[in-house]
T-cell receptor, first 113, second 111 residues
Framework: DAGVIQSPRHEVTEMGQEVTLRCKPI?????LFWYRQTMMRGLELLIY????????DSGMPEDRFSAKMPNASFSTLKIQPSEPRDSAVYFC???????????FGPGTRLTVL | AQRVTQPEKLLSVFKGAPVELKCNYS??????LFWYVQYSRQRLQLLLR??SRESIKGFTADLNKGETSFHLKKPFAQEEDSAMYYC?????????????FGKGTKLSVIP
């Protein structure tokens, strides 16, 4: 298994544009997590899914952020419209069960100009 | 609310010196504690978890419920230990789930 796959690895966009980040969890894992990493705040949990259902989105900063998991092998995190303060590294992680070890993807480095 | 505190953003030690990365948590239940590590240009990965009580790469961490701490220790630091370390708390029980990461400590081992 290639592990958790994220795309793109780097994204540079202009303020106001829509950004879509993608994640493919490890096959068989039923929990998926989206995180944001910044120097100031460290690693923040944005949202997590269990069996494709969003369980807790209290970490999503604003309505500009949305996440979906249409099936067990794919999830997206969308920012619309993007702002410079959204610049960060966004990680996706999956686990066999929400209480188990999480396996992280390589992250997407987002820069909003 | 649950909280994980890593008081040091940056910790520098000389090679061969002992290392202790501090982690304190606040949670009224019985959480599970983890240490994750992120080496340069690599993915965040699990280093160890308190229930396994094992030593990984020479690192150990003991859960001290009285002091609500889960400090990561290694007797002799190596250059390859230089990385970002995150302490994490998970509580997963009937009808409840809490997941919190600390803000991380960057360990720099000086040759």
């Amino acid at each position: 298994d290639a592990g958790v796959i994220q795309s793109p690895r780097h994204e540079v966009t202009e303020m106001g544009q829509e950004v879509t980040l993608r994640c493919k969890p490890i096959s068989g894992h039923n929990s998926l997590f989206w995180y944001r990493q910044t120097m100031m705040r460290g690693l923040e949990l944005l949202i997590y899914f269990n069996n494709n259902v969003p369980i807790d989105d209290s970490g999503m900063p604003e309505d500009r952020f949305s996440a979906k998991m249409p099936n067990a092998s794919f999830s997206t995190l969308k920012i619309q419209p993007s702002e410079p303060r959204d610049s960060a590294v966004y990680f996706c992680a999956s686990s066999l069960d929400r209480g188990r070890e999480q396996f992280f993807g390589p992250g997407t480095r987002l820069t909003v100009l | 609310a649950q909280r994980v505190t890593q008081p040091e953003k940056l910790l520098s030690v000389f090679k061969g010196a002992p290392v202790e990365l501090k982690c304190n948590y606040s949670y009224s239940g019985s959480p599970e504690l983890f240490w994750y590590v992120q080496y340069s240009r690599q993915r965040l990965q699990l280093l160890l978890r308190h229930i396994s009580r094992e030593s990984i790469k020479g690192f150990t961490a003991d859960l001290n419920k009285g002091e609500t701490s889960f400090h990561l220790k290694k007797p002799f630091a190596q250059e390859e230990d230089s990385a970002m370390y995150y302490c994490a708390l998970i509580y997963s029980g009937a009808g409840s789930y809490q997941l919190t990461f600390g803000k991380g400590t960057k360990l720099s081992v000086i040759p």
